[in-house]
């Protein structure tokens, strides 16, 4: 809904932090918030994930995405929508990953007496919405 409501006139970049031991980078979150901004975006965009091999100006269609490795850092992310003057952030913090364990069961629980099919968590999120 920000990348929607600030259109183009700001430069994007997701930052993603996680403990030591995760493998994939960026992370599947980080990679579905970029892909999730891409989608209302007009024209085109790419995405940018490493700059220091790059000796250019910003590209005004780039969305950055940078991941940091660390400890035992649960989850982070951060989305920067930076203007003109003006910097806007939105962010998560997940300190446990209980918290997952719960969206596991919410989810397990919306699915009963569900029919077979393909099911996302938008579905569940649209159910919680609506109450």
């Given at each position: 809904?920000?990348?929607?409501?600030?259109?183009?006139?700001?430069?994007?970049?997701?930052?993603?932090?996680?403990?030591?031991?995760?493998?994939?980078?960026?992370?599947?979150?980080?990679?579905?918030?970029?892909?999730?901004?891409?989608?209302?975006?007009?024209?085109?965009?790419?995405?940018?994930?490493?700059?220091?091999?790059?000796?250019?100006?910003?590209?005004?269609?780039?969305?950055?995405?940078?991941?940091?490795?660390g400890g035992t850092i649960v989850g982070e992310h951060e989305v920067i929508f930076a203007g003109d003057q003006e910097v806007i952030t939105l962010s998560h913090s997940a300190q446990s990953k209980g918290i997952f364990a719960a969206g596991a069961v919410n989810a397990a629980v919306y699915l009963v007496g569900k029919p077979a099919g393909l099911y996302n968590m938008s579905d569940l999120l649209k159910k919680e919405g609506s109450s």
């Open positions: 809904m920000a990348a929607k409501a600030l259109g183009g006139g700001f430069d994007i970049e997701i930052v993603e932090k996680h403990h030591n031991q995760k493998i994939d980078a960026p992370s599947g979150t980080a990679l579905m918030i970029a892909d999730g901004i891409s989608s209302v975006l007009k024209g085109n965009t790419h995405y940018m994930y490493d700059r220091h091999s790059q000796r250019k100006k910003r590209d005004p269609s780039e969305i950055g995405i940078h991941s940091c490795r």
